[in-house]
């Protein structure tokens, strides 16, 4: 079983990420990378992924990059309080890839940015966010 694996055991994917067909590749202390299969499903009328995904990825990947614990029975979690995103090209190929990295912060937030590629690594969005830790989790 993989470190990935490991974490994720028990903690069935979102509703949401299920519906959207992303999966988490890399977890790691301060980072994290999705990747999103295309399809027509996430297309917008002019036929290339809703900005809306672009943004989805992003929240969602530097969400996990921030709550990196490395034990499965010590689950962290996160608010978005702010998300920024800058569109920088238009998407080419069969999928998305966000990495994502946790910048800093402190006991009750933290900062993350991230970077959206696609299949022949050409960037066509970044973004940056500010999260607050849930208390409790």
């Known amino acids: 079983m993989s470190d990935l694996e490991r974490l994720l055991q028990g903690e069935p994917p979102s509703g949401f990420q299920t519906h959207l067909g992303y999966r988490l590749l890399t977890w790691e202390p301060d980072f994290a990378r999705m990747e999103l299969p295309t399809g027509q499903h996430i297309t917008n009328r002019q036929g290339l992924p809703h900005g809306g995904i672009h943004a989805t990825l992003l929240d969602a990947a530097m969400g ?68 607050r830790y849930r208390r409790g989790d």
Not at 71 to 97: E, K, V, W
């Open 64 to 131: 996990f990059a921030g709550c990196h614990t490395g034990d499965p029975a010590r689950r962290q979690m996160a608010l978005t309080l702010s998300l920024t995103i800058n569109y920088l090209g238009q998407a080419q190929g069969a999928r998305l890839i966000v990495e994502a990295r946790r910048t800093g912060g402190g006991r009750t937030t933290f900062f993350a940015e991230g970077t959206v590629r696609d299949a022949n690594g050409t960037t066509v969005a970044t973004g940056t966010g500010v999260f």
